[in-house]
């Protein structure tokens, strides 16, 4: 039950998320989009957005296995993914979402492995995996 809950709420915080790319969040998450990155920003932002979308609604219509457990692992591939935007607003100093120093953006930076972990449990990811790769 609890594993439900979580999927839940990790799937109407993607929902909300993505949707803030789409709309009133989008200048602010122009400082997640690192500048060696060789697209323009703007589409980075709404391509993620959509992304973000789409993956909030798989983790809210999606709970049967082994399908709940793809979901979270394409769900935690991409947190690592977007991983590195998290590390250049830090390296590239910018502020966003109230993260306005370097402590602030490191922390921050701390809490990306949480969300892996968090996809991945509340989907039953590797429990599922596990059982369908040991021998019957």
Same mark, same amino acid.
């Given at each position: ?6 999927? @839940? ?10 949707? #803030? ?6 200048? /602010?998450?122009?400082? &997640? ?11 980075? *932002?709404?391509?993620? #957005?959509? *992304? /973000? *979308?789409?993956? #909030? ?23 690592? @993914? ?5 590390? @250049?607003?830090?390296? /590239?100093? !910018?502020? @966003? ?7 602030? !953006? ?5 809490? &990306? ?18 059982? !369908? /790769?040991?021998?019957?």
């Amino acid at each position: 039950m609890i594993a439900v809950a979580a999927q @839940a709420l990790l799937g109407l915080i993607l929902l909300a998320t993505g949707t #803030g790319h789409l709309t009133v969040l989008r200048e /602010e998450f122009h400082a &997640q989009v690192p500048t060696w990155i060789p697209l323009d920003a703007g589409f980075v *932002v709404i391509a993620s #957005g959509v *992304v /973000e *979308v789409l993956l #909030g609604l798989a983790l809210l219509t999606v709970w049967r296995q082994p399908y709940r457990a793809i979901v979270g692992a394409v769900v935690a591939a991409f947190f690592v @993914a977007i991983f590195p935007g998290n590390i @250049a607003q830090f390296t /590239e100093h !910018r502020d @966003a979402f109230g993260l306005d120093s370097d402590l602030d !953006r490191g922390v921050r930076l701390l809490f &990306q492995p949480l969300l892996v972990v968090w996809a991945l449990a509340a989907t039953h990811a590797v429990r599922t995996y596990r059982r !369908r /790769e040991s021998p019957a």
